[in-house]
């Protein structure tokens, strides 16, 4: 299984990597996944990627393309449980703490992305993409 976390600038992103302190970053990043995929016993580590534009970011390939955003009225959950076979791949979005920008959203949705809404409460920036990771493992656990 190919599983990658991958950072991404946005118009509201607060913190920035600098290109001096890039690789220390991301090697940071992948011994903390790694930790964390061992400590669950995973099968696979998945990597880190990035820092990378947005708009670059949409242009990677995926099977199925979601960008979680506030004002979203499709929920994440309903999303995968309406689909009639498992997607080959999967791509997230999660946005910085200021959320994405309309015209991000925008950008997303021009290049195939489906607007999904984690729920009511609006989730910070480290904790959504642990919700995605929870929700995606508990659809995936119902297919076997």
């Not at 995926?62 to 309406?82: G, Q, V």
């Amino acid at each position: 299984m190919n599983s990658a976390f991958i950072l991404v600038e946005t118009e509201r992103s607060i913190a920035k990597i600098t290109k001096d302190k890039e690789a220390s970053k991301l090697l940071r990043y992948q011994k903390i996944i790694k930790n964390a995929a061992m400590q669950s016993k995973r099968d696979f580590i998945p990597q880190v990627l990035g820092p990378m534009a947005l708009k670059d970011a949409l242009l990677l390939p995926s099977t199925l393309k979601l960008m979680a955003h506030e004002k979203a009225t499709l929920p994440f959950a309903k999303m995968l449980l309406d689909l009639k076979e498992e997607p080959a791949t999967l791509s997230v979005l999660v946005g910085p703490e200021g959320g994405f920008s309309e015209s991000e959203v925008k950008l997303a949705e021009d290049a195939g992305y489906h607007i999904i809404s984690f729920g009511k409460t609006i989730l910070r920036s480290e904790t959504a993409p642990l919700y995605a990771l929870s929700v995606i493992n508990n659809y995936k656990e119902g297919l076997k």
